[in-house]
């Protein structure tokens, strides 16, 4: 059985730092979604990895995939207030459209 | 392009009640996902379909809880009775087939009394 392992759970941070999140995975897979959650709102999707050394950048996150050591990282650049938000990867537990395993997800908190 | 939709945005019952939830997912996807998300936790399956055919339905509870989509579009989970236990978020997904992309609808918070 899948899981699904974030770390930490919960991050504060100072406006401008930067930080990274870890989502480690049980079973071997080659698809990782990192989504943001807002409070009281739904998922949006930020990035979709889809192979071993998959990097992407959006703005002040960027997303990379190791499928070898089952480890996707979320790397926060010079952290800015609107990145509060809680943080959610997802593994597909076989490939595509099939079932997704979510980890808790990281409550991040920017402070100015 | 419109997102996934659902509708109520909230619902208060009392225990034993029912409740239905509404879906209508993306245009032409094909595939679509509900799942329960709990407070503090990320969302959870509880079934997916492939057009009108449920193929993954091993996470619903079916002594109380049953979902359908008709004609393959919009979709309709239902909990009969609820329970103390169901308060939760209800989120519907909708993918298309083969992309593994899945964009979430806003979802129904049920707050069971």
């Known amino acids: 059985e899948l899981k699904v392992e974030q770390n930490p759970l919960f991050l504060s941070m100072q406006e401008g730092k930067n930080y990274t999140i870890y989502c480690n995975y049980s079973?071997?897979?080659?698809?990782l979604y990192w989504y943001r959650q807002d409070p009281g709102k739904s998922l949006e999707s930020l990035f979709v990895l889809l192979s071993n050394g998959a990097v992407k950048q959006e703005g002040r996150l960027m997303a990379s995939l190791d499928t070898k050591a089952r480890l996707s990282t979320l790397h926060i650049t010079a952290a800015v207030h609107d990145l509060s938000a809680t943080y959610f990867c997802a593994v597909d537990s076989k490939g595509g459209s099939e079932k997704l395993v979510f980890g808790k997800g990281t409550k991040l908190t920017v402070n100015p | 392009e419109a997102g996934v939709v659902q509708s109520p945005r909230y619902k208060i019952i009392e225990k034993k009640q029912p409740v239905a939830f509404w879906c209508n997912p993306i245009s032409g996807h094909n595939t679509l996902y509900w799942y329960l998300q709990n407070l503090g936790q990320g969302p959870e399956l509880l079934i997916r379909?492939?057009?009108?055919?449920?193929?993954?339905d091993s996470q619903l509870p079916k002594d109380r809880f049953s979902a359908e989509r008709l004609k393959g579009v919009d979709s309709t989970l239902k909990i009969q009775p609820a329970e103390l236990g169901d308060s939760a978020v209800y989120l519907c997904?909708?993918?298309?087939?083969?992309?593994?992309?899945?964009?979430f609808g806003p979802g129904t918070r049920l707050t069971v009394l």
């Open positions: 379909y492939e057009n009108e055919e449920a193929v993954d």
């Open positions: 079973t071997t897979s080659d698809r």
């Open positions: 997904a909708s993918s298309l087939v083969r992309t593994g992309e899945q964009f």
